[in-house]
């Protein structure tokens, strides 16, 4: 086995072991139990997700259209400390694909021509 699978084997032990990634699949086992809940969870997250796929100016405008729209629903702590947990997690993930990414000496010239 290569240094980097090992590497990687050990990142995502480490991942599976964080506090965050514990608390996101104990929250997810809640949010599960309810069937209904959960359909309402999977709609703020696919909106999340549509959100972020808006152009940048337009962002805090619909932060703010989904934060009315699912205010309710988010004012259930499980929910909220999901949605924290899943985002916290998410940006663990970023933060090591960054990391890598940064790192590697890619010519990427030509993507500017």
């Given amino acids: 086995m290569s ?8 990142l995502q032990q480490a991942i599976l072991e964080s506090d965050e990634y514990k608390e996101y699949k104990e929250l ?3 949010i ?6 959960k359909r309402i969870v999977d709609e703020v997250r696919k909106n999340f997700e549509l959100q972020y796929t808006k152009e940048d100016n337009k962002l805090n405008a619909a ?23 899943e985002v916290s997690l998410c940006h663990i993930v970023q933060d090591i694909c960054l990391s890598l990414v940064q790192t590697v000496d890619f010519n990427m010239d030509f993507l500017s021509d």
């Fill in 3 to 10: 240094r980097i699978d090992e590497l990687k084997e050990e």
């Fill in 28 to 30: 997810e086992y809640v």
């Fill in 32 to 37: 599960n139990q309810n069937p209904e809940l």
């Fill in 63 to 85: 932060t703010d259209e989904l934060n009315a729209q699912f205010d309710e629903v988010r004012q259930q702590e499980t929910v909220n400390q999901y949605l924290i947990a």
